[in-house]
């Protein structure tokens, strides 16, 4: 049996992704940085610069985003995705507004990083098949819902990605560990995939909580793909790619990224355009 494994042959990826590039990004940023973990951060691009207080959950909130021109420096290592260009419901408007929603800020973003944008948070975790639709005519490769799935499995679709937890979900230490735990040799493939936004540390005074899941799966970078959204987006697509012979026992990687793969319990790889033979 073939099965997909991550980069490097590792069994079990971690991603992170926040909304909405607020100031206290910075933070959290700081920490990624210090525990080597990797995320994505859904931005909109037409609210950059825009001072605001809010109150949100009952807290009154500092929403109070970073400046275009702090775009590029800030999240320089990491993803940037889109989230709308005004935070819109997406599922609220006309075709053309959405659409002009999701390419505009698309194409914003990726002039401030001088990148490409492949990635989405629906606002307000407000989707349907027109807006699927629309975010795929725009380039988009997947989407991140807000529905927590509890789970470590790979999506079914990369347009309706749920995350396995909020980092405000009561289970998320237990989630964590469970996490570890997982067999490492046998069964599919795992993601933790972790969401929020970062200003919800400051509403509940919890940076610490973050801070102790950061610092636990740190310990465990060789076994873990730390990996941005776009990252595992992409290799999974890749590896869907990958041609076999009738038998399976010729595999041939037509694609421009090295993959690995497990086949009968071996992990192995195969290097862009070049076959594996399976004895
Ligand atoms: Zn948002």
Not at 70 to 94: C, F, N, P, R
Not at 117 to 130: K, R, S, T
Not at 208 to 236: P, R
């Amino acid at each position: 049996m073939i099965q997909l494994v991550f980069p490097e042959g590792k069994r079990k990826a971690f991603t992170v992704s926040y909304d909405d590039g607020v100031k206290q990004d910075e933070r959290l940023l700081r920490l990624m940085n210090q525990y080597k973990i990797k995320g994505t951060f859904n931005l909109n691009a037409g609210l950059l610069g825009k001072k605001e207080h809010a109150i949100i959950d009952g807290f009154d909130t500092d929403v109070t985003r970073f400046n275009k021109e702090e775009i590029a420096v800030m999240y320089q290592g990491q993803e940037v995705a889109a989230h709308a260009l005004t935070h819109s419901k997406l599922t609220d408007i006309s075709v053309q507004t959405v659409t002009y929603q999701i390419l505009e800020d698309r194409r914003s973003l990726e002039e401030l990083v001088n990148g490409f944008v492949l990635g989405f948070a629906y606002p307000f975790g407000l989707y349907d098949d027109i807006v699927i639709q629309s975010l795929k005519s725009c380039g988009i490769e997947y989407a991140r819902t807000v529905d927590r799935s509890g789970s470590f499995q790979l999506p079914d679709d990369f347009y309706k990605w749920h995350p396995t937890c909020h980092h405000n979900d009561s289970d998320l230490l237990q989630l964590v560990e469970k996490f570890i735990r997982q067999d490492k040799l046998f069964g599919s493939p795992q993601l933790f995939y972790l969401w929020g936004h970062s200003y919800e540390f400051d509403q509940r005074n919890n940076w610490d909580v973050i801070e102790k899941v950061f610092a636990f799966l740190s310990q465990y970078h060789d076994d873990i793909w730390m990996a941005t959204n776009g990252e595992i987006c992409n290799y999974v697509n890749q590896f869907k790619l990958l041609k076999f012979s009738t038998k399976g026992d010729w595999i041939l990687n037509p694609t421009a990224y090295k993959i690995w793969l497990l086949a009968d319990n071996c992990v192995h790889s195969i290097q862009p355009g070049q076959k594996l033979i399976i004895n």
